[in-house]
């Protein structure tokens, strides 16, 4: 049984920082594509950034392109979200998604492409 467990969502500032970890557990990630997504109320699910491990690609929204970047440590199956210069349109809650393969491109920014999800952790961005 695959396990996710995201962490480090709060409040912050406008221009503020956060980092979000989400811990796997239940396989060995290597093989798997990882991603964050986030959703607002009374929004969609929308996709925030992944990364294929297996060949080191990444891909990010626009919206956050320049901003964010995600990372991981296969050695503690653990991937990162980085979050710099936040606004309020940041605020959501944040979910990590993992599915095993290799996809990249536009499959990477699918809600329907990922088997795996956490329970989320909210991040507010104050004004």
């Known amino acids: 049984q695959v396990q996710l467990e995201e962490s480090g969502g709060g409040l912050v500032r406008a221009g503020g920082s956060l980092r979000l970890s989400c811990a796997a557990s239940?396989?060995?990630?290597?093989?798997?594509?990882m991603g964050w997504f986030r959703q607002a109320p009374g929004k969609e699910r929308e996709f925030v950034a992944a990364?294929?491990?297996?060949?080191?690609?990444?891909n990010y929204a626009d919206s956050v392109k320049g901003r964010f970047t995600i990372s991981g440590d296969n050695a503690k199956n653990t991937v990162y979200l980085q979050m710099n210069s936040l606004n309020p349109d940041d605020t959501a809650v944040y979910y990590c998604?993992?599915?095993?393969?290799?996809?990249?491109?536009?499959?990477?920014?699918?809600?329907?492409?990922?088997?795996?999800w956490g329970p989320g952790t909210q991040v507010t961005v104050s004004s």
């Open positions: 998604a993992a599915s095993p393969g290799r996809f990249s491109g536009t499959a990477m920014r699918m809600v329907r492409a990922f088997a795996y």
């Open positions: 990364i294929n491990w297996s060949d080191v690609i990444t």
């Open positions: 239940g396989r060995t990630f290597s093989n798997y594509v």
